[in-house]
């Protein structure tokens, strides 16, 4: 029987017009742009402002520039998962009010929550609902509204995220295009080092919880660096190795935009040039689940059929994966 992979057939995706820069930061946080830079490769990221919106808003606008692209009807679509950290409520699923907000009144829908590799977890997912054969239309959202859950006051954290959110749609084909591995990991142990202390059942809000700041993100940043940069990397390199994909057979490593140093060991010890690892950190920062989808986006005119991606990230869990594509399509 013929094996039916699940290709990408397009790409969405949005950042808010808001530019919070590394001069900025510097009025608000004792640093500057010159250690912003030197340490993480981040210039400037993306806030959304503005009372009652969450990171819904972003998902929506990313699907609908999608739809538009494809030419989709939403009817068509039979699921949506959303991957965040920062869904607009613990309850309902905030993938259920992207569904309905753009129209996709057949879907049904759901949230992963796999902090940076949320995206790589909801693809594998996803194509697996495609691969199935049940499933024709799959729309895998990446988006956090990290702003959301910073404290302002904190260096070590808030210089290194920002909001944005990018989507791809899956569908199913026979060609030896689409999700052809994955490699996915998580280790519980890794709470300690990055998380957010209160909100959860665990310990719910109280007043005593927003007096202590335990709503925002709390990150060991130079434990986590150590674990990302050995996990990312060797992820890559497994996944490649067992595709048998020497460097001159990838066309773009597409990497968490976490910190450019760990993107450059990434792209070291798959042997990887410069020139072929997609990078946008610069720009957006860390967007926990929506970086690699926004990379795609940027990058989307410069992809042609047949090129082979290694897709790498690390986060919070620990979790940690990467993901090998074929790519289905070339740019218009
Ligand atoms: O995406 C989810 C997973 N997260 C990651 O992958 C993030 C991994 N970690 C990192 O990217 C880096 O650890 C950071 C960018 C968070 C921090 O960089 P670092 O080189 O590991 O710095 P550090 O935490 O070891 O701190 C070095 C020094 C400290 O000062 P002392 O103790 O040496 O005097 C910090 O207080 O740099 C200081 N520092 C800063 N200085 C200026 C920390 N943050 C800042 C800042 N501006 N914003």
Known sequence: MTKIRASITGV???????????????????TSDEWITSRTGIKERRILKGENKGVSIMGIAAVKDMLAKTKT?????DLIIFATVTPDMTFPATANIVA???????????????????F?????????????????????IGGDKMSAILDY?????????????GCVLLEPTTEEVGVMDSILKSDGAGESYLHMKAGGSRTPASQATVDGRQHFVYQEGAAVFKFAVTNMAEVSAQIAERNNLKPNDIAWL????????????????????????MMNIQRYGNTTAGTIPLLLWDYEKQLKKGDNLILAAFGGGFTWGAVYIKWAYNPN
């Open 12 to 30: 969405g995706g949005y950042v808010p017009d808001y530019i919070l820069t590394n001069k900025e930061l510097e009025t608000m946080v004792e």
């Open 73 to 77: 009807d939403p009817k068509e679509i």
């Open 100 to 118: 309905t907000e753009v129209g996709a009144t057949n879907a049904f829908s759901f949230d992963m929550a796999a902090a940076c590799s949320g």
């Open 120 to 140: 790589l977890y909801a693809l594998t997912t996803g194509a697996s609902f495609i691969e199935s054969g049940r499933y024709k239309k799959v729309i895998i």
């Open 153 to 165: 006051t904190d260096r070590t954290t808030c210089i290194i995220f920002g909001d944005g959110a």
């Open 254 to 277: 597409v990497p968490h935009q976490a910190n450019k140093r760990i993107i450059d060991a990434t792209a070291s010890r798959v042997g990887i040039s410069e020139d072929k690892v």
